[in-house]
């Protein structure tokens, strides 16, 4: 995650040293560290996100997926 982290920073402020002259500048810095750490939660969330839902997406299909029980012999012989 903080090689994922670093790599986007250096990214981001490589867009601005092309930009112009915003490597000396600590808002350029504050930008790109803050972009950076919003895209890591960000995928983290999806992530995750995307792991509950297929948790839930096989929880349900386990529940409707069931036979019904058959019933016990005696109970069938007092329906006949």
């Known amino acids: 995650m903080i090689e994922t982290m670093l790599a986007v920073y250096v990214l981001i402020m490589h867009v601005f040293t092309k930009i112009g002259?915003?490597?000396l500048s600590p808002l350029a810095h504050i930008i790109a560290f803050t972009t950076a750490l919003m895209m890591i939660l960000?995928?983290?969330?999806?992530?995750?996100g995307f792991r509950l839902l297929v948790w839930f997406a096989k929880q349900v299909y386990k529940a409707f997926s069931r036979k019904p029980s058959v019933p016990s012999p005696e109970l069938r012989a007092s329906t006949e």
């Open 21 to 23: 002259k915003y490597i």
């Open 42 to 48: 960000t995928a983290i969330g999806f992530w995750y």
